[in-house]
Every structure is written in C-alpha cells, then in structure tokens.
C-alpha cells in the first residue's frame, strides 16, 4: 500500500589501519540500495574495515584488506660475509617462509627472512671439488635439493645443512636447473649442454630424460630453469631457443611460447616459476651479455600479461626466481649481476 516497512538506518563505516586506531570513514549511498565504501592504504599491512546498519554489524565483518604498496627489497651486497653474496644464481622458498640462495661463487647456500634478515649459512666442504650450487628446491619435507654444478650431482640436505644424500654423478654433465614434482615428487634435472632433462625419483634412482639438442618443438639449445605444476605438467626455459617447452605429467610435448617482452623483442630466458598452476613468471635477458635483465608474467597457455621490473630496477642478470605464499605473493629474484637478491611485491 506503498507504507515504508523498511526503516532508513544509517549506514557507518570505520578504518583502522597498521600501527592506528579505528577512525570513521565515509559512506556513499547509491541510492539503489547499495552502498560503496572506499578505503586508501598508504602502508604496508593490513586494514580491518566494519560497517554498521542501525548501529548493527553487517555479517562478515571486519574485512581484512591487505595493503602492499609497489615496492623493492634489496638483500645483501657484494662479499663473503654473512648477508653478502658473490653472483648468487638461485633462489627457494623454505616451508618456513625464508628465502634459500644457491650463493654460487661463494660455494654456499645462504638463508635470510623474506625481509631481509640474516638467517644462516650453509657449507659443504666434503665432496672432492669445491660445492656450486647453481640451482635450488625445497620438497614438502623442507629438505633442500641442491644443484651442484661443479660436483655433478644433486646433494639432499636439511635445512640445517646435514647431507642425507647425493646423486646423479652417473648421468649429469652440466647440470643447471632443479625441480620437484609435487604429482610424484620425482626431481627434474636440466642439462644444459647435453640439451636435455633428466628425472630422478625423490631418493636418487634414475629414472629417464627427454629432448635432444636443435630447434623442433621437443629440442633444446641450453635449457636453464625448469617448474612442475601440481598436476606433474613441466616447463623448461629454452634459453637459446628463445622460448618456454611445456609437457604433461609422461614427458609428452604439450606446446611451446615465446619469450617476448611487451614490445615483441625475443628474450634468453633463465629461471621460471609458477603461481597456481595460473601464472608463469620468467627472468630474461636480451643477450649473453646484457645486464638489462627482465622479470616477465605470462598466463600458463603463454599469454604475455606483464612486466614485474622496470627499466630503473637495473637487475644485472637475473636468474632464478620464487613466489612467497603470502597474498599477494612477492617474486624473489637472484640479481648475479647486482650479487644480491631482490623481492618486488607485485
């Protein structure tokens, strides 16, 4: 009969930003029975908003919104000592949320927090050549697989640099790139100039490898970093070739993309990750020579979505790469150029 049934309540909303208390906030009624709020983070952290109507909470409330502004963390500098690096090529995330370096020509592994602080250093000094690790995985066990180039072989450790065990010296001959499957937890091993990669179950039994040297969709011309999705599906950085191979779970060619940056320049790509089986992040240069590295984002079908860096990062070099687990995840970067390692917030 056209009576107002539902009384005009006030709709309220408050703010309370990291380090502050709670503080109103502006309501805009959109007159459609709607209403927009809109909130602005200066600083890193988290914001709680809560709105009221009629003095009530409204379900779901506070939202927690976080705040990240664009941003870059640079670790360590050029030496020997503990929070220095000497052209580190690698880089892992331990289950503990810590950044593990392959910190190559120191001959160590390195950890710190993901802000920065030194945690530990890893040696080992028991193998007959001196240890290089060029690449690094942490399985769900949070053991280490590093990548010893120098050695031949694979060294399992924990994450207090106990060796466990070490294999591969049988088959690899310049092994540069490390993976673990999380299908199978089998470990993906690229050989560089062999042109090829290399399987291993999680204890050291060979399995098999896959690719030849050339230019055809199932060769590589110097393969560098490898990923395995959650559904046992690879991908493996054709250096040379200029582009990414992809294969499912039984080593068979899926499809292959180019390593382009936005204004259609072929790349060299080096490390590579994945960001929920959605996502493909790629660390690149225009040439052997260059240190104008890139950190590119393509969707999994090879989709170029974006540049991470920018021309006044100057990453010299960049090669390996990880995502933290925090939202939204930062991308960690070995700089062997800059001989540190850099985490740009997305």
Avoid at 5 to 14: C, I, L, T
Avoid at 50 to 69: K, S
Avoid at 134 to 141: L, S
Wanted: aromatic share 8%.
């Amino acid at each position: 009969m056209g009576n107002q049934v539902v009384p005009n309540q006030p709709v309220k909303a408050k703010v309370r930003k990291p380090h502050e208390s709670w503080e109103d906030i502006n309501v805009l009624d959109n007159k459609d029975g709607t209403h927009k709020v809109t909130v602005f983070g200066q600083v890193d952290g988290k914001c709680k908003v809560t709105m009221t109507v009629g003095d009530q909470p409204i379900p779901g409330c506070p939202v927690i919104i976080p705040v990240v502004n664009r941003s870059i963390t640079t670790i360590g500098s050029e030496g020997i000592g503990e929070g220095q690096y000497n052209a580190p090529l690698s880089v892992a995330i331990n289950k503990n949320g810590e950044i593990v370096a392959a910190d190559t020509d120191n001959e160590r592994l390195q950890m710190t927090t993901r802000d920065g602080t030194f945690e530990k250093i890893l040696n080992f000094p028991q193998f007959e050549m001196p240890f290089s690790p060029y690449d690094i995985a942490v399985c769900n066990d949070n053991e280490y697989y590093s990548l010893d180039n120098n050695n031949k072989q694979v060294v399992v450790s924990d994450e207090d640099g106990n060796v466990i065990r070490n294999f591969g010296q049988t088959e690899l001959t310049d092994p540069y790139g490390i993976a673990i499957s999380p299908l199978d937890d089998n470990v993906y091993v690229t050989e560089h100039c062999d042109d090829c990669v290399r399987i291993y179950t999680k204890h050291g039994k060979y399995l098999r490898s896959f690719g030849s040297a050339g230019n055809s969709e199932v060769a590589f011309n110097g393969p560098w970093g490898v990923v395995v999705g959650s559904n046992g599906v690879a991908f493996v950085a054709d250096r040379y070739n200029n582009c990414i191979h992809v294969f499912n779970k039984d080593d068979k060619y899926l499809y292959s993309f180019e390593c382009k940056s936005k204004a259609g320049e072929l790349l060299l790509p080096m490390g590579i990750t994945i960001e929920n089986d959605k996502y493909i992040y790629v660390t690149a240069t225009t040439d052997d020579d260059s240190e104008d590295g890139l950190i590119l984002k393509f969707r999994r079908g090879g989709k170029f979505v974006c540049r991470n860096d920018s021309d006044s990062d100057r990453l010299g070099h960049p090669s390996g790469i990880a995502l933290t687990d925090d939202v939204p995840s930062r991308v960690v970067v070995a700089d062997r150029g800059n001989h540190c390692i850099k985490v740009f917030v997305q």
